[in-house]
C-alpha cells in the first residue's frame, strides 16, 4: 500500500547538514586527483626540458693525399664539321644517306641529276675539273684523296695511274666514270677526315640543291669550355681531367686538346676556349648538354692520413688534436696538420698514434 505524504520520514537538519559535508568531500578528492595528474615537479619539468642523449659521430682515417679540383661548366660541342655541297645546280634524285648515318671516304652520299656525289678526304676541295694530262699541286691532292685505289704515289701529275684510280672509285660506288674520266667539282666533295657522319640534309628528294646539301661532322664530339685568363695559365694540352653530366650518362675521363683562341669580352674580362676530347666517342645525341670539367691541379702531393677538417680541434695552448675512438672509450692524439683542401686535412701524429682505418669524432648528434 502507497505511504502517504504524511507517513515519510523527514530529514532533520542535523541530517542534512552531513550530507553537504559528504558530498564536498568527495568532489574535493575529486579535483585534487585530477590536479595531480597535471602538474607536475620542478624537477620533472626540468627532466622533460632536457635535451636528448647524444650520440658521437665517427668517421674512418683514410691515407691519400690533398688535392683541390679545379671545376669547370662547359657543354658538348659538336667538334668538326664539313659542309658538302657539290658545284653547280641541279635536282636532288637519290639520297642514300640519313642523319645519323657515319660513312667513309669513297661513299656516294647524294645523286644530282642521276649522277653521284661521292665523298672524299682532302682538306681542300677540287678548284677546277681536272683531266689526263693535267699537272699542279690540285692533281696532288686529288692523288692524295684517290690512294686506297691508286697503284703509284702522288707526283702532281695526271697519268694512266690516277686515270686507273678514278675509274676505280667509280666502279667501286657502282657508276660509270665521268666523260674522259675527268674529275668533277659536281660529283666529288672533300671533307677532312677518311670517316664522316651526317649531321643535316638541307635539301629534300627533288628539291633542287642547296648549301650545305649535306653538313657532317668528321670528329667525335668534344667538350668545350670558356675561361677567364687566369685559369687558362694553369691549363695546358694533354693534361687529364673527367667530365661529368647527364647529357653524357655519367662520368667519363678525357685529355684537354686546346687552350686558346683568347678574347676579351664587352666586360672587359678575357677569356680562352678550352677543348677537351673524351676518351669515349660522345653520342651525337649528347650535343648542347651542360656537363662539368673537373682538372686537378698542381705538383704531386705527398700521401698521408686524411682526416675531415671538423676532426681537427684545439686546445688552449694552441696545439691540435683528434679524438681517436676505440670501443667506448675516446682520448686525444695530438696531430700535426700538414695540408688542407676540399674540406679534409692531411695530418701526422706520433707513431703508432693514428693509422688508417682508425675511428675519429666528428662530433654530436
Do not use: C
Request: avoid cysteine.
Amino acid at each position: 500500500m502507497a505511504m502517504n505524504e504524511q507517513s515519510r520520514p523527514r530529514m532533520t537538519p542535523t541530517r542534512r547538514v552531513g550530507a553537504l559535508v559528504l558530498a564536498t568531500a568527495l568532489v574535493s578528492a575529486a579535483i585534487g586527483g585530477a590536479a595531480g595528474f597535471f602538474v607536475k615537479s620542478p624537477a620533472q619539468v626540468a627532466a622533460d626540458a632536457a635535451p636528448p642523449s647524444t650520440s658521437e659521430l665517427t668517421v674512418q682515417i683514410e691515407e691519400g693525399s690533398i688535392s683541390d679540383p679545379l671545376l669547370i661548366p662547359g657543354v658538348v660541342a659538336l667538334g668538326n664539321t664539313a659542309d658538302l655541297t657539290p658545284a653547280g645546280s641541279g635536282v636532288v634524285t637519290g639520297l642514300p644517306v640519313a642523319v645519323g648515318t657515319q660513312f667513309n671516304a669513297g661513299t656516294v652520299i647524294a645523286e644530282v641529276n642521276d649522277r653521284p656525289v661521292i665523298y672524299l678526304q682532302g682538306e681542300i676541295p677540287l678548284l677546277r675539273d681536272l683531266r689526263p694530262g693535267d699537272k699542279g699541286e690540285d692533281v696532288r691532292r686529288l692523288q692524295e684523296a684517290l690512294q686506297p685505289w691508286l697503284s703509284g704515289k702522288p707526283d702532281g701529275k695526271w697519268g694512266a695511274g690516277t686515270t686507273r684510280a678514278l675509274q676505280a672509285l667509280y666502279k667501286a660506288t657502282g657508276y660509270a666514270a665521268p666523260a674522259e674520266s675527268a674529275a668533277l667539282q659536281s660529283e666529288l666533295v672533300f671533307g677532312a677526315a677518311g670517316t664522316a657522319t651526317v649531321l643535316s640534309v638541307k635539301s629534300p628528294l627533288g628539291g633542287a640543291v642547296e648549301s650545305p646539301l649535306i653538313r657532317a661532322t668528321t670528329s667525335n664530339p668534344t667538350v668545350a669550355a670558356e675561361v677567364t685568363d687566369a685559369t687558362a695559365q694553369a691549363l695546358q694540352s694533354g693534361q687529364r681531367v673527367s667530365v661529368t653530366g647527364s647529357a653524357i650518362g655519367g662520368s667519363q675521363e678525357g685529355t684537354i686538346v686546346a687552350v686558346g683562341g683568347l678574347q676579351t669580352g664587352d666586360d672587359g674580362i678575357s677569356r680562352a676556349t678550352v677543348v677537351v676530347q673524351p676518351d669515349t666517342a660522345l653520342p651525337p645525341a649528347a650535343i648542347d648538354g651542360k656537363v662539368e670539367i673537373t682538372v686537378l691541379t698542381g705538383a704531386e702531393t705527398e700521401v698521408g692520413l686524411i682526416v675531415p677538417l671538423s676532426a681537427i680541434r684545439s686546445n688552449t695552448t694552441g696545439g691540435t688534436y683528434v679524438l681517436l675512438k676505440e670501443g667506448k672509450n675516446t682520448h686525444r692524439v695530438s696531430v700535426t696538420v700538414d695540408d688542407t683542401g676540399s674540406g679534409q686535412a692531411r695530418v701526422t701524429a706520433p707513431d703508432g698514434e693514428l693509422t688508417a682505418g682508425d675511428l675519429v669524432v666528428l662530433g654530436a648528434q
